[in-house]
C-alpha cells in the first residue's frame, strides 16, 4: 500500500515548508498554508518509522466535516479542502497553548490520577474514581504547544500569570473550548459514540480568533462506544475506545514510552494493517459514511495536482 511518508513539493508562490510530526506544511504567498495530512504516526511526541495507510486521509476528512459542522460557533481557519489529504487555509498566529477537554478519567488524567495525584492542570478530582469513569463536569487542562519534545501540562492561573494568553481571549478560548465540545459530544453520540476528550488550538488574525488545525479526529481526540460503556465500568473492564490510546498501550506493552534508550518496536505489516484498520473504522463510525480508498497508484502526483488547482482558485 502506498502511503503517504513525506513529501517534497514545489508548488507556485511557495515561501516556506515545516514538516511537523504528522504535516508536511506549505507556506504560499506568506497568506496562506497549504497542509498535506501524511499517513505518519506520532505517539509519545516520537514519529514512529512506519507510515499508516489512510491514516491522513481519515484525519483530514474527519477534521474538515468537524470545522464545518462548527463554523456556527468559531470561524476556523479552512478556506477550502481540494484533495482527501490536503487542508488550504488562512495564515494564523497560533495561541501558545493548546487547549485539552475532558469528559472522562482517561488517557494522560488517568495515569496522573492513578499516580495519587487529585490536580490535574489547577483542576481539582474527586477521590474514589475509577478510569474512565465519567467526570462531574468537563474539565480544561491546557498544555504548553512545544516545537520540540513533550507538550507540558500547565494551570489558566500560569498561563495568565506568564501572560501567555491575555484574560480577555482565554476567557473566549474557554467559552469556545466548552461548546465544541458540547457540540462534538452531541454529534458523536448520534453515532454510538462518546466523546472522552479532545484538544483544540486556535490562531488569531486582525483580532479575530479562529479554530485551527485538525478537531475531532482520532489524534487529537478519544472516543468510547456508548453501548455497554455502563456495564463495563461496573465491571472493571476496559471499555472499547476508537483512537490514538490503542496505538500508546501497543507501546506501553512493548517496553516503549518515548523515554530515553527505549526503542520502538518493530512494526510489521500486520501492525501497520490493524492500525490502518482502526483509523479506518473510527471513519465510519463517526461519519456515519464508507470510508472511499483513493486510487494509490500516483497519490503525491494526485495531491500535487490538487493543491496547484486549488491555488490557482484562490
Known sequence: ?????????????????????????????????????????????????EAIPYKGQVLNQIAARFL?????????????????????????????????IRGYLAG????????????????????????????????????????????EDISKAEILKQNIVSADDYARLEAYTQALFKRGTEIAAKQGLILVDTKYE?????????????????DSSRYFYKEGYEERQQKGEPQKQLSKEFVRKWLIENGFQGKEGQVV??????????????????????IGEVFVKPDNASVLNRVETGIIEALRNL
Not at 515545516?18 to 514519529?47: E, H, P, Q, W
Open 68 to 100: 464545518e459542522a462548527t463554523a456556527d460557533i468559531v470561524p476556523n481557519w479552512v478556506i477550502t479542502v481540494p484533495d482527501p489529504s490536503v487542508t488550504i487555509g488562512r495564515i494564523c498566529e497560533p495561541f501558545k497553548v493548546e487547549m485539552v
Open 265 to 286: 518496536p518493530v512494526m510489521t505489516p500486520e501492525i501497520v494493517n490493524s492500525i490502518s484498520e482502526r483509523y479506518i473504522e473510527l471513519y465510519e463510525q463517526i
Open 108 to 151: 494522560h488524567a488517568w495515569r496522573e490520577y492513578s499516580d495519587g495525584k487529585r490536580q490535574v492542570c489547577g483542576e481539582s478530582l474527586p477521590e474514589d474514581l475509577k478510569e474512565n469513569d465519567i467526570l462531574p463536569t468537563p474539565i480544561i487542562t491546557p498544555t504548553t504547544k512545544a516545537s520540540v519534545g513533550h507538550d
Open 202 to 218: 486556535f490562531g488569531k488574525v486582525d483580532g479575530q480568533i479562529y479554530l485551527i488545525d485538525e478537531i475531532h479526529t482520532p
Open 1 to 49: 500500500m502506498n502511503a503517504i511518508k513525506e513529501t517534497h513539493f514545489n508548488l507556485p508562490g511557495q515561501t516556506n515548508f515545516y514538516k511537523g510530526k504528522v504535516r508536511d506544511v506549505y507556506t504560499i504567498n506568506n497568506k496562506y498554508l497549504a497542509m498535506v495530512v501524511t499517513d505518519r504516526i506520532s505517539a509519545f511526541d516520537v514519529v514512529l518509522p
